[in-house]
T-cell receptor
Framework: GDSVTQTEGQVALSEEDFLTIHCNYS??????LFWYVQYPGEGPQFLFR?????EKGSSRGFEATYDKGTTSFHLRKASVQESDSAVYYC????????????FGQGTKLSIKP | GGIITQTPKFLIGQEGQKLTLKCQQN?????MYWYRQDSGKGLRLIYY???????QKGDLSEGYDASREKKSSFSLTVTSAQKNEMAVFLC?????????????FGAGTRLSVL
């Protein structure tokens, strides 16, 4: 079946550091790929998505590029801020899944001021 | 814009108890979902509904029932709470069912079983 793997369970950085959170997927065809962010006490919020090979999604300084060759959708940000501390989820959606999203395990990002 | 409201925010139950969680959305979305969130395991789908009175099982449906009597509401029942169980239950909705659609989430119901 389809799956999403996030390599890092936790990431700790200082402000202005460069961020990469790795996301790899396994699925048939061209699924849509998503990033969600979850702050403490809240539900996950949609960050952005991409649907085609080489398409870049971006929002709030975060970006990721759909790469079908490496089956990846890594999240990057050039300069993180303390307010970026949250849990980040990569997810996959496919037309044959009736709208269901399959989520990765999540990556907890902690930023030291 | 719209909002998804989950009630209650916190739920404390006893082992073996039947517990009901409620979700309301005003997006006018067709499809609604219940996910369970456990630390280190991501979000796992319990039930979803593509329209009023429709129910579809997810990967984690055993031990749960669901009900979609109106387009705007979707309830989840824990049929027999397990001792020491702790999890967050998240309700979500989306505009249609053909896949690749953005889901919008509520803030969650946090369950603790004594």
């Amino acid at each position: 079946g389809d799956s999403v793997t996030q390599t890092e369970g936790q990431v700790a950085l200082s402000e202005e550091d460069f961020l990469t959170i790795h996301c790899n997927y396994s699925a048939s065809g061209y699924p849509a790929l998503f990033w969600y962010v979850q702050y403490p006490g809240e539900g996950p919020q949609f960050l952005f998505r991409a649907s085609r090979d080489k398409e870049k999604g971006s929002s709030r300084g975060f970006e990721a590029t759909y790469d079908k060759g490496t089956t990846s959708f890594h999240l990057r940000k050039a300069s993180v801020q303390e307010s970026d501390s949250a849990v980040y989820y990569c997810a996959l959606g496919a037309y044959y899944n009736q709208g269901k999203l399959i989520f990765g395990q999540g990556t907890k990002l902690s930023i030291k001021p | 814009g719209g909002i998804i409201t989950q009630t209650p925010k916190f739920l404390i139950g006893q082992e073996g108890q039947k517990l009901t969680l409620k979700c309301q959305q005003n997006f006018n979305h067709d499809t609604m979902y219940w996910y369970r969130q456990d630390s280190g395991k991501g979000l796992r789908l319990i039930y979803y509904s593509i329209t009023e009175n429709d129910l579809q099982k997810g990967d984690l449906s055993e031990g749960y029932d669901a009900s979609r009597e109106k387009k705007s509401s979707f309830s989840l029942t824990v049929t027999s709470a397990q001792k020491n169980e702790m999890a967050v239950f998240l309700c979500a909705s989306s505009i249609q069912t053909r896949g690749q659609n953005t889901l919008y989430f509520g803030a969650g119901t946090r369950l603790s079983v004594l």
